[in-house]
């Protein structure tokens, strides 16, 4: 523990927003290079914590991990639908960015994995479920602008398109913190942008969205 930080920590608990903030940038900081398999009183003793004040500001583990992914995604990933970047494209740029990053995409794989045991963790699953819609629907859009261009044919959806590029995304993240060697997430994604029809590319072309031909 820091000094004099047990002593402070009473008063600390009056700075509110911004002592929480604190723990968030230190627990990102621990996150990044040693992913986030510890326990609550121990993520508190890495970061010079004590385990009541951590308690004070996340009653819970989840609460924090989740608290710490929101602020690194805010921070790292921030790319508004009118930027022209196309859905693959941008899913790149996230891999990208990870790729310094391996622990906190190992925190990205901890919170899905925890939101299919919604029992134990259910505001884990609401987080992950929502993100998920958020993400589709900034990625269809994506997909959207490609038709109108004239890069993407438009009989694809650009729903299942992007629950496609998601997939893609995040089964190849997983694959590379487990054999980073052997996997290449930016160009793999790269690849699956080339696997996408154009407007011109065969029969396809001339279909209005929504059609059912």
């Not at 052997?182 to 011109?200: K, S």
Request: a negative charge.
């Amino acid at each position: 523990m820091e000094n004099g930080d047990a002593a402070g920590e009473k008063r600390s608990y009056r700075k509110g927003p911004e002592r929480r903030t604190q723990i968030v940038s230190r627990a990102i900081q621990l996150f990044a290079t040693q992913g986030a398999g510890a326990s609550l009183r121990a993520i508190g003793e890495a970061i010079g914590v004590s385990h009541a004040a951590l308690r004070y500001y996340f009653a819970t583990r989840d609460e924090l991990l989740l608290e710490v992914y929101r602020a690194h995604e805010a921070r790292t990933y921030e790319c508004p639908a009118s930027e022209e970047v196309s859905a693959v494209a941008m899913m790149e740029r996230s891999a990208e960015q990870n790729r310094a990053i391996p622990g906190l995409v190992e925190l990205y794989a901890t919170l899905t994995t925890d939101a299919l045991q919604a029992q134990r963790h259910p505001v884990t699953r609401e987080f992950v479920r929502a993100r998920f819609q958020v993400v589709r629907a900034d990625l269809a859009e994506r997909v959207r602008a490609g038709q109108r261009s004239g890069a993407i044919a438009a009989d694809i959806d650009p729903e299942e398109a992007a629950s496609l590029v998601i997939a893609a995304s995040d089964g190849l993240q997983l694959q590379w913190l487990l054999d980073p060697e052997a996997v290449d997430v930016h160009r793999t994604l790269a690849l699956l942008e080339r696997l996408l029809p154009g407007a011109n590319d065969g029969p396809a072309g001339g279909v209005e969205p929504g059609s059912s031909n």
